[in-house]
């Protein structure tokens, strides 16, 4: 991240993980420092995570370890 000073408005201008912060202006047009929620990590991290479960689960099963989930699950059913 870079640091700016403009018209004593410090601004760290830059990408983190969600936020990118850069130099703007605010309703009265005087600098200011603004942020913005960045999607696309955050995004890529919850469907690596969903993925990485899903081939979890099917590991598991081709193992034989998912009887007890089944036998579980059609348990609950039946009630």
Known sequence: MISFSLNNVQCNVGDTFLH????????????????????????????????????????????GCCSCLSNCLSACCKN
């Open 20 to 63: 990118s912060t850069y130099c703007c202006k605010d309703f009265s047009g005087n600098p200011a420092c603004c942020q913005e929620f960045r999607w696309w990590p955050l995004t890529v991290t919850l469907c690596a995570i969903a993925v990485a479960a899903i081939l979890l689960f099917i590991c598991l099963c081709c193992c």
